[in-house]
């Protein structure tokens, strides 16, 4: 509860709304106390107050990040990180869109705050890798702004020199998405001169001190600071700020953000003309004509901005020293006088400045904007210059403190005096409390008929001679009786001796104090005009980036216009801005600075009192004592808390408002607390608000619980219903899977059980086939043994009774064919007179070959004989055929008798056996007869039978001769016998002898006679 302590310690209240007394005295006390104990933050209900510490405290680690994300806003001892969180959880949550206005004086320590909150909501959104790219782009635009924005000044040593409004956007889920920075009216005169003891922007330093010698040779620049006039020669270092590492971080920030090497070098380059421009020195010659003219003193620096600019130097030198003038539709060129010429170079320093401070942020904007179409949510953070009062105040702190009026009444009409409208408006019982209400000061700015920027307007554009004094004399004429307005003349007309207004000057008494401006500059400033002539000479330039700032250098876009003036321009973006601040809810941090002297810890109690007076925490806390810290339409605050009763949750039947009674009446807090208005309810304490939103929490959480429960269990059933039908389809699967795996086995031992079964069957039968075949083999072999032995048995006996007969008569044969092989073999030689012979191997052969040696030995006698008779019949071998039936058609009668019966045809001669004369006859042996025909007629004459024939007689001559005695019963043996001639005699006989043998199995009888042939019967 140290929190809670903190907030209710009597000495420093955390909460200045529970101080008591209430005084000037005791606040600023308090404020001090507090600040004496490092306790930099102090709540006036949900306003911060930030009291600059000027030294680091160990209060925003990341512990402490933790410590904040998500508390309750009383909760916890006051800091910014609580302010930044209930916004962020009020846009994620609520859904609506936040805007943190940081205010204070220069120096109070905004800038440090809204960074701050910048990376508290960084480091409690959500993380991912797009998440974190876009939220270090947001961050890393802060390097950037910063080293071209800000500059040291007499009150901060990085003093924002321009307005920045930065929109974080965020999706649904609270997560970043980009962001748009608007900038306002930078300070641009600051360029070409700033007062003893300030800097330049910090830009021209880092660039210096960091640049690398390459880099610094490419823009032609060198290092030492002391070279160029527009940057402070006395002190350009600041301590505790190293510009070189700053540089780098600029860099690295730029490549974070996206920035490409080239644009990055085009800036740089752009950065160094500007530098380089002041180092333009002019002098001053007479023309001619007397008048005086300027030229450009020293080439060199003009040479080299021309290099990287890419322009022609005569060019920019003809822009810097002469202008243009139109008169009567006729351009003159006219020379410019040395404090002219400085003039324009000076106007185009700063233009390009400032157009590139713009280029900057839209350069900016291009990396970090959201994509359209997103729904998105958006926290703004406004981060101005603040409140400034200077020794010399010029146009820029008339702006500058012109805006802060406007913040001051944005303040005061949402705190103060709204807050109190809405409970008048609201019939809430109320004792109103008095305030400032700095509306007359606003409107004695901005006023569009008679405000001090309109004067200014139309001092400018007003033809003729036109100066400040005319200005101030308007001004001295319009608001003489203003109460908040005063300058010498006013102060005259009222008697008033006051040495501290000078007569070029207006004082007005701003709601933060009274400050003195001086008029001159200001309608040149507003007017805020360069020479056409500059413009051109930049439009043509090489040099994209540069050519790019200077659209209307474009001859083709020749404009008479004037372009609307600075004042005018400032005051149409404030306005846009308050719109925008107004549409969102607002979240305050107040700045406030301890001293003017940058000292740590240092409390100086006068200046801390004049802020609390300007600032109005006075009223603030009154207000706030008196009124009630939180209020709501009854719709939205019965939808936030409808769930603390039965009977509004879930659903509430009647209106709103007494929905919120019933509820609350429920909740039984005291009636003091809460106020009904028409259509809000409003709570007095936060204590109060805090209970509620505790109870809200706890019935939330249970609700969440529910919730969860519900859905845990639908989600389980669904899952386990997911998972039945997953089970059943997975077991049908299965058991599918199963039975066919079954059927598939059974199948396969089916076939094998049939294949084993076929193959015994088969084996079986094979078998039986096979016993079968020997049984028959077995039958036939037995058959085959029974029969062979019967044959054997029914032959035996006579096998066995001509057994010896006919093995003898084979042996005998066998020897005989051996002996008559053998003897053939070796049959002796043929001489007659060789009576060798071979002896008889056996025995029982011996007579037989004693008979074949004399047969022999005739044969070979005769043989002699017939071989010296030349017996022509046994040289010549069977023919058979003679006569050549088949060929000679003559014959086929004949042929026809013989038919395929013929042994033997030959041609005969018949021996009359009267006269002994011979007549040729054909004769013709068959098998059965013989025939004798006539050659002539080729018919048969004789025809005999073969068994007619009783014998033949041959002579031992080789005569031919051959008779035929016929047996006396045949009927050709009644002519007698036949007496035949034949060429082929021993043929005739040996076929003859065949025949008959084959036809009766007789031997044909031969007879051989001695002289004649015998027993020849004659008929
Ligand atoms: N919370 C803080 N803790 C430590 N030092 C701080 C804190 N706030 C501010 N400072 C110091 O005060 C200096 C000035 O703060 P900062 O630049 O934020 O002022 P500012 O209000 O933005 O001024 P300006 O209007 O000139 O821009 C910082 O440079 C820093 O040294
Ligand atoms: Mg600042």
């Known amino acids: 509860m140290e929190a809670t302590t903190s907030l209710l310690d009597a000495a420093a209240v955390g909460d200045l709304v529970l101080l008591d007394p209430l005084t000037e005295n005791s606040l600023l006390h308090t404020l001090q106390e507090r600040f004496r104990r490092s306790d930099i933050y102090t709540y006036i209900g949900n306003v911060v107050i930030s009291v600059n510490p000027y030294r680091s405290l160990p209060i925003y680690t990341p512990e402490k990040v933790q410590e904040y994300h998500n508390c309750n806003f009383f909760a916890v001892k006051p800091h910014i990180y609580a302010i930044a969180d209930d916004a962020y959880r009020s846009l994620r949550d609520r859904d609506r869109d936040q805007c943190i206005l940081i205010t204070g004086e220069s120096g109070a320590g905004k800038t440090e705050a809204s960074k701050l909150v910048m990376s508290y909501v960084a480091a409690v959104c959500s993380k991912g890798e797009e998440v974190d790219k876009v939220k270090e782009q947001l961050l890393q635009s802060n390097p950037v702004l910063e080293a071209f924005g800000n500059a040291k000044t007499v009150r901060n040593d990085n003093s924002s020199r321009f307005g920045k409004y930065m929109d974080v956007e965020f999706d649904f889920k609270g997560e970043p998405l980009g962001g748009v920075i608007s900038n306002y009216l930078l300070e641009k005169s600051r360029i070409v001169r700033h007062v003893k003891g300030e800097r330049n922007f910090h830009i021209f330093y880092q660039l210096l001190a960091g640049g690398s010698a390459q880099l610094l040779q490419q823009l032609k620049l060198r290092q030492d600071c002391q070279h160029y006039s527009y940057l402070n020669r006395e002190s350009s270092g600041l301590p505790g700020m190293d510009d070189a590492a700053n540089f780098r971080a600029v860099q690295d920030a730029m490549r974070v953000i996206g920035f490409s090497p080239t644009e990055v070098t085009a800036l740089l380059e752009v950065t160094a003309v500007v530098l380089k421009l002041g180092n333009v020195q002019l002098s001053s010659n007479y023309q001619s004509s007397g008048m005086e003219a300027c030229s450009i003193a020293e080439p060199q620096e003009l040479q080299e901005i021309c290099e990287l600019i890419g322009l022609d130097p005569s060019m920019l030198e003809r822009a810097l020293c002469s202008r243009t003038v139109k008169a009567r ?11 002219q010429g400085y003039y324009g170079r000076d106007a185009l320093a700063k233009n390009i400045y400032s157009r590139l401070f713009d280029w900057l942020v839209n350069r900016i904007n291009t990396s970090i904007q959201v994509k359209p179409g997103k729904q998105r949510k958006v926290m703004g953070v406004l981060d101005i210059y603040g409140f400034e009062i200077f020794q010399d105040n010029g146009f820029e702190q008339f702006i500058i403190n012109y805006c802060n009026e406007k913040l001051q009444q944005i303040f005061i009409l949402m705190t103060l005096k709204e807050e109190q409208e809405e409970y008048v408006r609201e019939g809430i019982q109320w004792t109103p409390v008095e305030f400032f209400d700095n509306s007359i000061i606003c409107n004695l700015i901005e006023n569009s008929k008679c405000g001090i920027l309109a004067m200014l307007d139309e001092e400018c554009l007003r033809p003729g001679v036109v100066n400040e004094d005319t200005f101030l004399t308007k001004l001295n004429q319009l608001f003489a009786t203003h109460k908040h307005y005063e300058s010498k003349e006013t102060q005259n007309a009222r008697h008033i001796m006051d040495a501290s207004l000078p007569p070029q000057c207006f004082r007005i008494h701003h709601y933060a104090g009274k400050v003195t401006y001086n008029v001159t500059g200001f309608i040149e400033k507003n007017n805020d005009l360069l020479f056409r002539d500059l413009s051109q000479a930049m439009w043509a330039a090489q040099h994209t980036l540069l050519r790019s700032l200077f659209p209307e250098g474009d001859p083709q876009r020749v404009s008479l216009k004037l372009p609307p003036t600075a004042g005018f321009q400032f005051k149409a973006s404030v306005a846009t801005l308050m719109k925008n601040l107004y549409s969102k809810n607002p979240n305050y941090i107040r ?14 109690p006068e200046l801390v009192l004049a802020q609390i007076r300007y600032l109005g925490l006075m009223e603030n806390v009154r207000v706030r004592r008196a009124g009630y810290a939180f209020r709501q339409l009854y719709g939205l605050f019965l939808e936030r808390y409808k769930m603390l009763s039965p009977r509004t949750w879930p659903r509430w039947a009647g209106s709103d408002r007494e929905g919120a009674k019933v509820l609350l009446a429920e909740l039984a807090f005291p009636p003091e607390e809460l106020a009904f208005g028409h259509t809000k309810i409003f709570i007095r304490s936060p204590h109060t608000l805090f209970d509620l939103e505790r109870r809200r929490q706890e ?3 249970q609700l969440a619980t529910l919730i969860q429960k519900m859905f845990r269990g639908w989600r389980c059933r669904t899952q386990y219903q997911l998972m039945r039908k997953s089970q059943i389809i997975i077991s049908a699967w299965f058991r599918g899977h199963m039975q066919k795996n079954k059927y598939k086995q059974m199948k396969r031992s089916a076939l094998i059980i049939q294949a084993y079964a076929r193959g015994w069957k088969s084996r079986r039968l094979l078998q039986e ?16 043994y029974w029969r062979g032995y019967q044959v054997r048995r029914a032959y035996r006996r006579y096998f066995r009774s001509g057994a010896s007969a006919r093995l003898a008569n084979f042996i005998y044969r066998r020897l005989v064919q051996k002996f008559l092989v053998g003897l053939r073999r070796n049959l ?8 060798t012979w071979p002896p008889t191997p056996y025995k029982f052969l011996a007579a037989a070959n004693q008979e074949l040696r004399s047969i022999f030995y005739r044969w070979k006698c005769t043989g002699q004989r017939w071989l010296m008779a030349s017996v022509p019949s046994l040289q010549q071998p069977f023919q058979g055929e003679y006569l050549g039936l088949t060929q000679n058609p003559k014959y086929q009668k004949l042929h026809a008798v013989a038919k395929d019966k013929l042994v033997m045809a030959d041609t005969v001669r018949k021996v009359n056996r ?16 013989l025939v004798l025909a006539d050659p002539k007629a080729a018919q048969p004459k004789t025809v005999l039978s073969l068994s007619d024939i009783r014998s033949v007689s041959v002579t031992r001559f080789s005569d031919g001769l051959l008779a035929l005695h016929l047996k006396e019963t045949s009927t050709g043996g009644a002519k007698g016998d036949f007496l035949l001639v034949s060429d082929h005699l021993i043929e005739l ?8 043998m084959d036809a009766t199995a007789q031997a044909l009888p031969l007879h051989i006679a001695g002289q004649k042939v015998e027993n020849l019967r004659y008929d």
């Open 329 to 339: 539709d006729e351009a003159v060129l006219t020379t410019l006088s040395v404090p």
């Open 591 to 604: 700045c406030i600075k301890p001293n003017e002297t940058k000292t740590a810890m240092l409390f100086t």
């Open 699 to 701: 019935r939330v959480a």
């Open 769 to 784: 086939l096979k016993s079968q075949c020997h049984r028959r083999a077995a039958a036939t072999t037995i058959a085959a």
């Open 828 to 835: 002796p030689p043929l001489s007659v007179m060789d009576r």
């Open 914 to 929: 009267a006269n002994g004369k011979t007549v040729p006859r054909l004769l013709l042996l068959t098998t059965e007869h």
């Open 989 to 996: 006989i040996t076929r003859l002898h065949q025949t008959l």
